[in-house]
Antibody, heavy 119, light 110 residues
């Protein structure tokens, strides 16, 4: 069955960097786009970034442009989120999410990893 | 990109029907049939309930239905059950090549 398993996360000081990883199985990874969605503690969902199946197309929410970079390694069924210049407002649970092909929706969610930006 | 507008809370008794609205603009909800809905129970991961306005993934009860009129989408839950108590979020693709979520609606089953 479909599995999306995340790693990374932790506590980092403002201005610091962190890299999240997300391994996927149970579906044809190199045929599937992926997203990152975050949720600040006690708050709602916020879409962060999208990467197409071949990484030729990437979209970002304005607040992370120039600071976050999404990438993927199809040979390892893994997607990454490199987060630089982190701010306290980036503190959230970060979900790696499988795109439901051709429907512009999110169908399988990772377990989420907590990123805390604090001095 | 501003979040889509949802009521903060709705409630209903078991067996009743409730609807949750999701209002956007012609640049998102009104411009595309790419509205989806997610259920998030406390401490759990979000779950896709509806995609492309009104389609249900396999395994989702037909008590859940979706619709859209102009810039407002709606999720209707009929035959309300205790297990439906959760937060519900709408999402839409936007003309800015991004996705946007609603602020979320807490459903309480009385």
């Amino acid at each position: 069955q479909v599995q999306v398993v995340q790693s990374g996360g932790g506590v980092v000081q403002p201005g610091g960097s962190l890299r999240l990883s997300c391994g996927a199985s149970g579906f044809k990874f190199d045929n599937t786009a992926m997203h990152w969605v975050r949720q600040a503690p006690g708050k709602g969902l916020e879409w962060v970034t999208f990467i197409s199946l071949d990484a030729t197309t990437r979209y970002y929410i304005d607040s992370v442009k120039g600071r976050f970079t999404v990438s993927r390694d199809n040979s390892k069924n893994t997607v990454f989120l490199q987060m630089n210049s982190l701010r306290p407002e980036d503190t959230a649970l970060y979900y790696c999410v499988k795109d439901r092909t051709d429907t512009w929706s999110f169908d399988y969610w990772g377990q989420g990893v907590l990123v805390t930006v604090s001095s | 990109q501003s979040a889509l507008t949802q009521p903060a809370s709705v409630s209903g008794s078991p067996g009743q029907s409730v609807s949750i609205s999701c209002t956007g603009t012609s640049s998102d909800v009104g411009g595309y049939n790419y509205v989806s809905w997610y259920q998030q129970r406390p401490g759990k991961v979000p779950r896709l309930m509806i995609y492309e306005v009104s389609n249900r993934p396999s395994g989702i009860s037909n008590r859940f239905s979706g619709s859209k009129s102009d810039n407002t989408a709606s999720l209707t839950i009929s035959g309300l059950q205790a297990e439906d108590e959760a937060d519900y979020y709408c999402s839409s693709w936007t003309s800015s090549t991004t996705w946007v979520f609603g602020g979320g609606t807490k459903l309480t089953v009385l």
